[in-house]
C-alpha cells in the first residue's frame, strides 16, 4: 500500500523532473536563438531579422525558465 509519504516524494520527483525539461529546453532555445543568431550578426547583412531572432530567442529562454522554476518552487 503507497503511503502518503511516498505519495508525496513521488510528486516531487516528479515536478523537479518536469521543471529540470523546461530548464534544458530554455538552455537549448538560448542556444538556438541567441548564440547562432549573434554569430550571424558578423556574418549577415540582414541585421533586422538577426535582432528578431535575437529577442525572441531571450523572451521565450525567460519565459520557459520562469516555468521551470516555478514548477519546481511549486
Given at each position: 500500500?503507497?503511503?502518503?509519504?511516498?505519495?508525496?516524494?513521488?510528486?516531487?520527483?516528479?515536478?523537479?523532473?518536469?521543471?529540470?525539461?523546461f530548464?534544458?529546453?530554455?538552455k537549448?532555445?538560448?542556444?538556438?536563438?541567441?548564440?547562432?543568431?549573434?554569430?550571424?550578426?558578423?556574418?549577415s547583412?540582414?541585421?533586422?531579422?538577426?535582432?528578431?531572432?535575437?529577442?525572441?530567442?531571450?523572451?521565450?529562454?525567460?519565459?520557459?525558465?520562469?516555468?521551470g522554476?516555478?514548477?519546481?518552487?511549486?
Amino acid at each position: 500500500m503507497v503511503t502518503q509519504k511516498e505519495t508525496r516524494e513521488k510528486e516531487r520527483s516528479s515536478r523537479e523532473s518536469l521543471g529540470k525539461f523546461f530548464y534544458d529546453l530554455a538552455k537549448a532555445t538560448f542556444t538556438i536563438m541567441v548564440l547562432t543568431n549573434s554569430i550571424a550578426l558578423f556574418i549577415s547583412t540582414n541585421y533586422v531579422l538577426a535582432g528578431i531572432f535575437i529577442a525572441v530567442g531571450l523572451t521565450s529562454t525567460a519565459v520557459l525558465a520562469r516555468i521551470g522554476y516555478s514548477i519546481i518552487k511549486k
